[in-house]
């Protein structure tokens, strides 16, 4: 069972070989999104990887802080200048790095360097030479995430692997349309969080609070038009936050906003449970439909939206966000209705699944908020 | 009237509470999730360990023109490697040989070197090829042999494991031959009279690194056996002498986890997070006790296999196996990626893992063909026996 050891200590130095070995082998990850000849994204190295490149550890204590960091920030933009070539065609792009940030990944924190080029005309094929640590580390890697026109490609690059071509589609806006609209559906069917925060305000829809107990509403109408009013007021509030999300001209960190969904499903669940707001719950699906959206929009900004279809794809998306909602709600509604005057519904689903679903948010809102 | 009016305020002071709370902490926890610049010049973002300064680097270049140079700090790169379990000093044990291997005729110590790079890697079958030039050059090179009897033997290899062991006691101090070939034997049949074997020996004079070799095939010969105090006993007595050994601190883990003390488990594990292979257990020893930190330990394993995924590399397949079956509960991937790590490695826990995901994942006959090397080689484990008899009963 020695996968990991082979001992000796015989007449060499020789101590072991290991071969159940921990430690994620050095990655460095190289994102490049292309928008028409336009280029941009980041390189990312661990610490460690960049003092091997161009020593950053100055005063020797074998610590690298922030101010090393920084004060290494221009060697390190032109050892990366020096070693990582990206080409349209037969051309090297013009390739600048911003100023060094840094990021926290599970193995420990990463120098994060954002890069952005310019190639001449509208990119059809992009050549990148990695060539990064290939001396002072060949087991090194580069992690290519490239994204163009919505389409993602990865690569592995480095090594002993020379110059690597891709081949970017230009995807027609039709196409385009179909999968963000798939995108959209999916996301919403997929992320039960959503759907959650939604039905928890729409339990109630068919019921009427009277002397602190849930009573069935008589005849369709009052119903109904509950659902309308709060589907409606989620559909419009996140659609405004997506949609100034996409435009990059709101963002907030994923983690809060994360935090604040799961949050918003217990309040909502709760509301059912101990009933605040009875009337016009749909102040509450607006309120944090706001929210909701800058959820949306992380899923969004993880795809991209492509150049010259940036529009078209925001709208399918969120028109398969609506669809997904909506095929949810004319499942579960009717028969909300139906139920509505059994005691299981009133102080069966009501209460307990509520509770259920305020428990279940609590641990995701756990989870998310303390990571 | 006043009592009607009073328990709904109180309902909705509640409820005021809870979402102001919960409000409240969505809004101060930090938000990280992308890059950022720390506050403080001073804040550390790295610590490096020896032998990943940037000075370093230049005495690789110096060794690129002396091997003199070259093979010490290719064993101490190696050596690192093993001592902290990390890859990144395979790479730089790498740099330093690789003028060398590309040599025409590379002297036997290189190609040694990096056959145990590439067996490090899982590179078996290059591995192996590059210990037959070695031993062309060098037939009586031990440590040509021993790294050859250990790849032949994770391949399940055992008659060539046993010529190369055989090989190897005719050089070698006849204790150490006879923990290689006995080690062996334990495998293809002779578990019973092996262990024997090697509780005759006596490790009088031995280096630490030797005790600990004999430590940990007498701990897993007893797991074997189904005698987990006697393993338990090897296991603390190797980690007493090396307590740096995260390979049998994992073998005891398991021991424990298996036992359901899960608790113990993660005593022992203390700080070892930084350890994939040990932060596994510590997965699953949270898992067993539904500890919240599981959710964090989890989301690294995943991170690390999946970039090992995406660079194509296959180190820790049996781990990833093992993963989705005991911390994700997915058995049917976990049997099919313990599928893939049978077609290559052939240990026991190779095995046991295969047979425990076949088993959960309801398709017990998927781990025949491994139960049917286990009746040939006459390999015998306790733990398997338990599964895979359960597993024939169920069918």
């Keep these: 069972m020695n996968t990991a050891r082979n001992p000796w200590l015989l007449s060499a130095l020789l101590l072991a070989a290991p071969l159940a070995q921990a430690h994620i ?332 679903i305020a428990g279940l948010a609590l641990v995701w809102f756990l989870q998310r908020a303390l990571g | 009237m006043s009592s009607g009016m009073g328990r709904p305020r109180v309902q909705q002071g509640r409820l005021f509470t809870l979402g102001a709370v919960v409000l409240l902490c969505a809004a101060l926890q930090k938000a990280h999730g992308g890059p950022y610049m720390p506050s403080s010049d001073s804040a550390v973002l790295a610590e490096l360990p020896a032998g990943a300064h940037y000075a370093d680097v230049s005495a690789r270049r110096l060794a690129a023109g002396r091997v003199d140079v070259a093979i010490p700090l290719a064993q101490f790169y190696i050596q690192q490697s093993r001592l902290r379990g990390d890859l990144r000093y395979l790479g730089y044990a790498q ?39 070695a031993l062309s050059v060098s037939p009586r090179n031990p440590q040509a042999l021993l790294i050859q009897a250990t790849v032949l033997r994770v391949l399940g290899r055992y008659p060539e494991a046993g010529a190369a062991c055989d090989q190897f006691s005719r050089i070698v101090e006849s204790r150490l031959g006879a923990l290689c070939i006995q080690s062996l034997r334990g495998l293809n049949g002779h578990l019973e009279s092996a262990y024997a074997a090697l509780l005759q020996i006596s490790p009088q004079g031995w280096l630490s690194s030797e005790k600990s070799w004999w430590y940990s095939e007498l701990g897993e010969m007893a797991v074997r056996l189904g005698r987990d105090d006697e393993a338990q006993r090897w296991f603390q007595q190797d980690l007493s002498l090396v307590p740096s050994d995260f390979y049998v601190r994992g073998a005891y883990a398991d021991l424990l986890l298996r036992q359901g003390r899960a608790g113990e488990a993660l005593q022992l594990l203390q700080g070892q997070e930084s350890f994939e292979p040990l932060l596994l257990r510590i997965a699953i020893a949270q898992r067993q006790m539904h500890d919240p930190r599981l959710a964090q330990s989890s989301a690294r394993l995943k991170a690390a296999f999946a970039a090992e995924e995406q660079r194509g590399e296959a180190v820790h397949r049996r781990e990833l196996a093992i993963f989705l079956l005991e911390v994700e509960g997915q058995p049917t991937q976990s049997l099919a990626t313990a599928l893939k790590n049978w077609a290559v490695q052939r240990e026991p826990d190779d095995m046991l893992v295969l047979v425990s995901a076949a088993k959960a994942a309801g398709n017990p006959a998927a781990a025949q063909p491994a139960l049917d090397f286990m009746r040939t080689q006459g390999l015998s484990d306790v733990r398997v026996n338990v599964l895979s008899g359960a597993a024939v009963a169920s069918r």
């Design chain 1, 25 to 356: 082998a050095s990655n460095g990850f190289l994102s490049l999104r292309i928008d028409g000849s336009k280029l941009s994204g980041s390189l990312e190295l661990a610490i460690r990887d960049g003092e091997l490149a161009v020593g950053l550890d100055r005063d020797g204590d074998g610590k690298v802080t922030w101010g090393e960091l920084q004060a290494g920030q221009t060697a390190l933009q032109n050892y990366v200048l020096g070693h990582l070539r990206l080409l349209g065609g037969a051309e090297s792009c013009a390739m600048e790095l911003g100023p060094v940030q840094v990021n926290e990944r599970v193995d420990g924190s990463y120098l994060w360097l954002p890069i952005s080029a310019a190639c001449g005309g509208v990119l059809k094929r992009l050549s990148v030479d990695y060539k990064i640590l290939n001396v002072e580390d060949p087991s090194h890697r580069g992690l290519l995430t490239l994204s163009a026109s919505g389409a993602i490609q990865t690569a592995v690059l480095g090594g002993s692997s020379e110059l690597r071509v891709f081949e970017l589609d230009h995807p027609s806006p039709w196409g385009a349309f179909i999968e963000y609209l798939r995108a959209g559906i999916w996301h919403i069917l997929s992320g039960i969080d959503h759907l959650l925060f939604l039905l928890s305000l729409l339990l109630p829809a068919v019921l009427l609070r009277r002397q602190s107990r849930w009573e069935a509403v008589s005849i369709a109408a009052p119903a109904f038009a509950n659902i309308v009013k709060v589907v409606t007021a989620f559909t419009l509030a996140h659609s405004i936050t997506l949609s100034l999300a996409a435009f990059d001209v709101i963002r907030l960190p994923g983690r809060l906003t994360e935090s604040v969904i799961a949050a918003s499903i217990i309040v909502a669940a709760l509301n059912n449970v101990f009933p605040r707001v009875t009337e016009g719950r749909w102040r509450i699906a607006f309120a944090f439909g706001l929210l909701h959206g800058f959820g949306f929009a992380s899923v969004l900004a993880e795809m991209g939206l492509p150049k010259g279809a940036r529009l078209v794809s925001l709208v399918a998306f969120n028109l398969g966000v609506e669809t997904g909602q909506l095929a949810v709600v004319i499942a579960v509604m009717p028969l909300a209705y139906l139920l509505r005057s059994t005691a299981f519904y009133r102080r069966g689903v009501m209460p307990w699944g509520s509770s259920a």
């Design chain 2, 95 to 133: 740099a330093v040989l690789a003028p060398w291997v590309q040599q025409k005729s590379p002297m036997p110590d290189v190609l040694v070197l990096q056959a145990t790079l590439q067996q490090s890697r899982h590179e078996f079958s290059a591995s192996l090829a590059m210990l037959e030039r």
